[in-house]
Structures are given as C-alpha cells and as structure tokens.
C-alpha cells in the first residue's frame, strides 16, 4: 500500500466548507504540521483559527502565504481560478502542488494551462463529491468525505507524483478516489448536480413569481422543502459553475423541456395509464440508484 506522505504546510485558498473540512482531517490525522488560510473576509479567517481549521492567516496571496507550501489547495468558485493562479505563479516553488476542488474541471484545467503553464504537470484537477448548502469556516467539519466520492482529471503532461500524492491524502480522509477525462466529468455533473440546482432556482421563481405565490409558500411542506432544498446555495458558486460548464446544461435544458412538454401532452390528452408508467419508470430508476449507495 502507498505510503500516506505528511505535508509541512498546505496553503487553503478559501476557507469553508470544502477546504477547511479537509485540512481539519488532515491536522486531526498528523498528516499535516500548518495549514495558512488565505481568504478575503477577515471576519471568516478569525473564525477558522477559532476552531484551528487554520493555523495562520492572511487576507491576500503573497510570498510569505504561499512560499513555504507543499501544496496550494484553491477552493474558491471556479470563476475565480484563473485570476488566483495568475497570483501564484511567480509564487509558487518547483515542488508545490496545486489543485483545485471545483466542479468543472475542463475550465481548471484551461485556467492552470494558461497561468501555470511552467508549473503545469504539479497541478491536479479534483473534485470532491460532497457538500451542503452552508459555507464559510463555521461549516468546516470532520468526517465530511467518510466514503466520499473524490473525481481526479489527470492531464497529458501530469506529474505522476503529483497526482499521487493528491490521491493518497483524499484517500487518507476517508475519499473513495476516481479517475476520468475533465470532459467526462464534467458532463456527468452537469446532469446529476448543475442541472438539478438550475431546476430548483428556476421552480422557485416560478413560485414566487406567481400572483398568488405567496399564499402557496404559507402551505408549503415537506415536499416543496425536499424538492428546493438546494436553491439555498449560495448564488454566486452556482452562478460560476452553470456558466463554465454551460454546452453541457444547454443540451439538458433542452431535453427537459422536451420531458415537459412530453407530460403537458399526457395531461391534455388525459392519458392516466402513460402518464402512470412515466412515474413508475420514474421511481423504479431512483429506486435502484438509492438501493446502490
């Protein structure tokens, strides 16, 4: 088995949910001696060292952030990666790491080939499958990954100890690690986690839109509570991450607006027994997805 490696110092760019909870299992395990959190909002850095998400902070990328680090961890929305790498790249030492945790990975990998080019094959897209709709260094917590999933996008110039070290340590925090093509990825995601998020802000605003859309709300229960819950997410990630992976949202935005269009056919013909198998389908496909996991 491969060898866990212990970091000196991994740099957090944005401290929240995603980070800090993966920084809190490193420290917890010793696999990491300093975790320097760089983040914009003071308040937010006074937090994380609070509850030691971090060990130091600051509130801009410089020398004395990123210097000493063996591994540069942004996890920031994924629009503002090439802004960030274009900071790090007289930064960075020729050992660092530097990876990623957004969910579209052909624009991280766009944004290290253009800003890191020199620095390229020590940059490992990845994307941890897990979250809420809570941010900030308060919502960091152990145990988030626990069988996890961890998607890794190698590229055609990857440094294989790069990417092995990415691996081992998300395995070490309880990650199940997978392999695949950023265009593969980020098609799957585009299907089972952006196209739903679209989905909910868009039910919502046809909600609040309505003229009586205020008296639905005051009768609204569980099923608008499970149904919504994502459009508590904070607009501006879901902004970034609908816009870099748009081709593969607009095709399925297209097809659901040909499912919709399929079950106003099935209401305005009254057809009871298609519209009854269309449900079964349904729920037989949900069904067997939940029994996987």
Sequence with gaps: MTQTPALKQITLIGVGL???SFVLDLKRQ??????VGIDLDADNLARAL?????DEAFEEINAQSVGGADWVLIATPVATLPHIC????PLLSVHTIVSDVGSTKQSALTAFAEHLGAHLPRCVA???IAGSDRHGALAAQFGLYQDKKLIICPHAQQDAGALETVETLWQAVGAHTYRMSAATHDAIF??????PHMLAYAYVHQIAEHPDGQTYLDFAASGFRDFTRIASSHPAIWTDICMANKDSLLDLLAGQQQALAYLQNLLQSNDA???YRYFEEAQHTRDDWQARQ
């Design 18 to 20: 995603i980070g800090g």
């Design 30 to 35: 010793g696999l990491v001696e300093k975790v």
């Design 50 to 54: 609070e509850r030691k998400v971090i």
């Design 86 to 89: 274009r900071q790090l790249a």
């Design 126 to 128: 990845a994307h941890p």
């Design 190 to 195: 585009a299907a089972v986690s952006h196209m």
């Design 273 to 275: 027994d298609a519209l």
